[in-house]
Antibody, heavy 121, light 112 residues
Framework: EVQLLESGRGMVQPGGSLRLSCVAS????????MSWVRQAPGKGLEWVSA????????YYADSVKGRFTISRDQSKNTLYLQMNSLRAEDTALYYC??????????????WGQGTLVTVSS | QSALTQPRSVSGSPGQSVTISCTGT?????????VSWYQQHPGKAPKLMIY???KRPSGVPDRFSGSKSGNTASLTISGLQAEDEADYFC????????????FGGGTRLTVL
C-alpha cells in the first residue's frame, strides 16, 4: 500500500524558513517523480515544485523560484521542501504527491494528507 | 505562472451528464497530451480521475471521461451521482522549458 506521510508543519514569521519532509512507502521510490502542491485556506490547488525520479530534474512555480528547494533522499525514501524567505502568501496546506511516472507531467496518483504551514507575524 | 481557465461552478441532477472545461493555450493544453483531472471533496486530499487527457486510473468509474479539442480539455461525468459533488481541478504539462505545471482554478460541481 502506497503511503505518503508529510511532516514539518509549523508557524513561522515572514522571512523565516521551514523544511517539509515526506516519507514514502509501498513503491520503488526512485522510479517516480514527486511533487509538492499547496492549497491556501478556501482556495484552489497550486502546484509548487517537482523532482524527477532520479532527482536530476527539479522544477518550480514562478511564485517560489529562488526561495524554495526540492530534494529527495533515495536511501531514506524521503522527499523534502526547503522553504526560505517565507511570505504570508505561502500560508497553505502543503501536499506531497507521487507522480505516475519517472518524469514530471502533472499526473499524481497518490497524495499525502497535507501539512499546514502558516506564515504570520 | 499562467493558470488554466475553468468555470467556477457547474450543476446537474442525478443521472444527468455534466462537462467541465479547462482552457489553456498552445503552450500547455493544446501542445501536449498531458492533461490531468483531480477530484477533491471538502477536507480531503485530491484524487486523480483522468490523466493523459483521457485515461482513467484503476478504480475510477467509467462514468468519468476526458477529452481535448485544441486548447480546451474537458471532463465529462455521466450518470451523475450524489457522491460526485466535489471540486474538480485540471492540470496541464507545459513543456520541459516551461518548468511548470499549469493548473486551473477549480470547478465546484453541485448535484441538485
Amino acid at each position: 500500500e502506497v503511503q505518503l506521510l508529510e511532516s514539518g508543519r509549523g508557524m513561522v514569521q515572514p522571512g523565516g524558513s521551514l523544511r517539509l519532509s515526506c516519507v514514502a512507502s509501498g513503491f520503488t521510490f526512485n522510479k517516480f517523480a514527486m511533487s509538492w502542491v499547496r492549497q491556501a485556506p478556501g482556495k484552489g490547488l497550486e502546484w509548487v515544485s517537482a523532482i524527477t525520479g532520479s532527482g536530476g530534474g527539479t522544477y518550480y512555480a514562478d511564485s517560489v523560484k529562488g526561495r524554495f528547494t526540492i530534494s529527495r533522499d533515495q536511501s531514506k525514501n524521503t522527499l523534502y521542501l526547503q522553504m526560505n524567505s517565507l511570505r504570508a502568501e505561502d500560508t497553505a496546506l502543503y501536499y506531497c504527491a507521487k507522480g505516475l511516472r519517472f518524469g514530471n507531467y502533472g499526473d499524481y496518483d497518490y497524495w499525502g494528507q497535507g501539512t499546514l504551514v502558516t506564515v504570520s507575524s | 505562472q499562467s493558470a488554466l481557465t475553468q468555470p467556477r461552478s457547474v450543476s446537474g441532477s442525478p443521472g444527468q451528464s455534466v462537462t467541465i472545461s479547462c482552457t489553456g493555450t498552445s503552450s500547455n493544453v493544446g501542445g501536449y497530451n498531458y492533461v490531468s483531472w483531480y477530484q477533491q471533496h471538502p477536507g480531503k486530499a485530491p484524487k486523480l480521475m483522468i490523466y493523459d487527457v483521457n485515461k482513467r486510473p484503476s478504480g475510477v468509474p467509467d462514468r468519468f471521461s476526458g477529452s481535448k479539442s485544441g486548447n480546451t480539455a474537458s471532463l465529462t461525468i455521466s450518470g451523475l451521482q450524489a457522491e460526485d459533488e466535489a471540486d474538480y481541478f485540471c492540470f496541464s504539462y507545459g513543456g520541459s522549458y516551461a518548468s511548470s505545471i499549469f493548473f486551473g482554478g477549480g470547478t465546484r460541481l453541485t448535484v441538485l
